[in-house]
């Protein structure tokens, strides 16, 4: 790495935090902390959506999805701008009646206070794991492309992010998203103009790309193995979209910082169209390597951009690139800290102490999003001691792991919006089954082996699209049969 691209990244750095001390001047409260006083125009939450969905393995995997196979990754971008319309067609709504904190304060009022502790306890659980795995996974290339070791790009992109999102709080974390998305698909937008020119001019690349069929959006086969299909595309991705950006607080946090509903309508619709632009921005930096000849067989689909990077960019540009995997990996560390610190300040010390002072919760919330943000470098150091060991697949199951609660999550929201008979103690119910049976599916393939379970083998075949669709419906066939037979026992009673 040249002087010239340490000098970009080091300007980044400098950068995002500035923007955390500029901000942190006008923290007064809690929910100026953690709702950003809810003042943020829609233009900017919706490019932080964007930024926060984006982690670093995205600007690295998915060029290699177009290196390597071709453009059908966007039925599921499809899908997700479905699910973005149902939620702002149903959700959003129930967020903006009264003060919500967080997207599990709604749930107390209809299942009461233990259904919202159990719930935000899964998101907290579910998302510090999920994304302590993702920083570790976004320091390898980092570490790549950069010669740092991996563990030093963890605690180098964790030590920065935690100090602007400490001082600056939520409207620190939107403001760094919006200049991280810049960053990054400023290198996107390079990389793709040098890669074609490499490959002889942006026609002749495209016409190679069509002739090896290349340039293909959509799969109609009916297959629930198969990764992206049009029909596995639009329904899991349209309840992946529903769950993430209707439950998940990590974006509902920033959807009720806007000004409105309607304002909030348009970030997280508008986030859905620049989501598929982005995907096809860098499934399209693929395609042009590989066009370019810079995508070798002996090269796994995560190492062609990076090595790309590292010989065809030239410097200082080369740095941008760089500097934008780090925005991507830094905005999901930011993103994470706030909605971490936001939920246990709300859900859990204000709902089981009383103290509700806003101030006093400005000064509490703090103090988590240290203790988060120091917890997630823990995490994502740890993912990389236990990986160097003999077991490295434990990162990819964790990722899953990660994924599949959000169809107990959606699940739960359908429960409490359309099912009028169930209790807390159904959507309790449904989310524990779901999370039991959901492991299975995860860990199929390989309990298959074990004698008297090869039955489980076809389960451990379902394509990862299909899992939040397959939670969804166990969380709803759980609580509505638990309700049933709550009443049928009422009744002979």
Known sequence: MSPLDLGVILAYFGLTLGIGLWITRSQRTARDYFL??????????????????TSALTVISVPGLGARGDLTFLQLAFGYLVGRFLVAAWLLPGYFAGEQETAYARLESRFGPGTRRLISGCFLVTRFLGDGVRIFAGAIPLALVTGWSVPGSIVAMGGVTLVYTYVGGLKAVVWADVVQLVVYVSGGVAALVIAAQIAGGLGPALDLAAAADKLRIVNLSVSFSATYTILGGLVGGALLSAASHGTDHLIVQRLLATRSLRDARIALVGSGVVVILQFLLFLMVGVMIWAAGHAPNDLSGDEVFPRFILSSLPSGLAG???????????STISSSTNALA???THDFYASLTGKRD???????????????????????????????????????????IASVTYGGLLGTYLLAGRWRRATGRDAVAGTLVTLAVMLVVIFAHRLADLPGLGWLAPVGTLAWPWYVPLGTALTLVTGIVSSSLSRATVAKA
């Open 342 to 344: 936001s939920s246990v």
């Open 320 to 330: 941008l690139v760089i500097a934008g995997i780090l925005a991507a990996a830094m």
């Open 358 to 400: 806003p101030e006093h919760l400005l000064v509490v919330g703090r103090r988590f999003s240290a203790l988060w943000g120091l917890g997630l470098i823990g995490a994502a150091l740890g993912f990389y001691r236990y990986a160097s060991g003999s077991d490295t697949p434990v990162v990819v199951l964790a990722l899953s």
């Open 36 to 53: 950003g006083a809810r003042d943020l125009p829609a233009w900017g939450v919706l490019l932080s959506i964007v930024a926060t969905e």
